[in-house]
C-alpha cells in the first residue's frame, strides 16, 4: 500500500519560514521524481518544486530564491523548506511522487500566511 503522509503545515506570518515533510511508503522512493503541488479553492493545482531521483531541482517562477526542496533518501522523505512567504502562498500543499505510469498523491497540509 502505497502512502504520502505529509507534514509540517500550519500559519506564519508574512516573511516567516515553514519547513513541510513528506514520508513516503510503499514505493522504491529513490527511483521516483518527488514533487510539491499547491491548490487554493476555485485553481488549478499548481506544480511548486521538484526533485528528480538523481537530484535534479525545478522551481515555479513564483518561488525561486525562496522554497528549496531537498530528499533524503534513506528517510523516504522529501522536504519542502519555505522562506520569506508571502500571502499568495497560502494554499494546500501535495506531496507527489511519480515513476514512469505510476502516480501517487498526499492527502495534502494548509500552509497560511496571514498576520
Known amino acids: 500500500q502505497v502512502q504520502l503522509v505529509e507534514s509540517g503545515g500550519g500559519l506564519v506570518q508574512p516573511g516567516g519560514s515553514l519547513r513541510l515533510s513528506c514520508k513516503a511508503s510503499?514505493?522504491?522512493?529513490?527511483?521516483?521524481?518527488m514533487g510539491w503541488y499547491r491548490q487554493v479553492p476555485g485553481s488549478q493545482r499548481e506544480l511548486v518544486a521538484t526533485i528528480t531521483s538523481i537530484s535534479s531541482t525545478y522551481y515555479v517562477d513564483s518561488v525561486k530564491g525562496r522554497f528549496t526542496i531537498a530528499r533524503d533518501n534513506i528517510k523516504n522523505t522529501v522536504y519542502l523548506q519555505m522562506d520569506s512567504l508571502k500571502s499568495e502562498d497560502t494554499a494546500v500543499y501535495y506531496c507527489?511522487?511519480?515513476?514512469?505510469?505510476?502516480?501517487?498523491w498526499g492527502q495534502g497540509t494548509q500552509v497560511t500566511v496571514s498576520s
Open positions: 510503499g514505493i522504491i522512493f529513490s527511483m521516483y521524481t
Open positions: 507527489n511522487g511519480q515513476y514512469l505510469r505510476r502516480n501517487y
